[in-house]
């Protein structure tokens, strides 16, 4: 299992950027997948972004695409969301996961908030 920790949240205004780092735990982090998900008041947890292993391989929904990029860096056992031209539906506690592939996730950080205001 590898232990997961969001940073980088807060409030920005909309078309502004922020960008998200969660640091991972253990020796393995290159072993591992790993995603952004996110979680708005009243709604369902949603995909985000992933990327594979070695960053070879990304995905993203189609509401984010063309203004956030996942990325990682497995030297500092940390995985990034840099956020642009965010609107006010980005508005949600974000969270970060890792797993054996893009879609299969087993650990799950303890989420973080994103306000964008109006």
């Known amino acids: 299992q590898v232990q997961l920790v969001e940073s980088g949240g807060g409030l920005v205004q909309a078309g502004g950027s922020l960008r998200l780092s969660c640091a991972a735990s253990?020796?393995?982090?290159?072993?591992?997948?790993l995603g952004w998900f996110r979680q708005a008041p009243g709604k369902a947890r949603e995909f985000v972004a992933a990327?594979?292993?070695?960053?070879?391989?990304?995905d993203y929904t189609d509401s984010v695409k063309g203004r956030f990029t996942i990325s990682r860096d497995n030297a500092k056992n940390t995985v990034y969301l840099q956020m642009n031209s965010l609107k006010p539906e980005d508005t949600a506690v974000y969270y970060c996961?890792?797993?054996?592939?893009?879609?299969?996730?087993?650990?799950w950080g303890q989420g973080i908030q994103v306000t964008v205001s109006s």
């Open positions: 996961a890792a797993g054996a592939t893009m879609y299969d996730y087993d650990d």
């Open positions: 253990g020796r393995t982090f290159s072993s591992y997948a």
């Open positions: 990327i594979s292993r070695i960053g070879g391989n990304t």
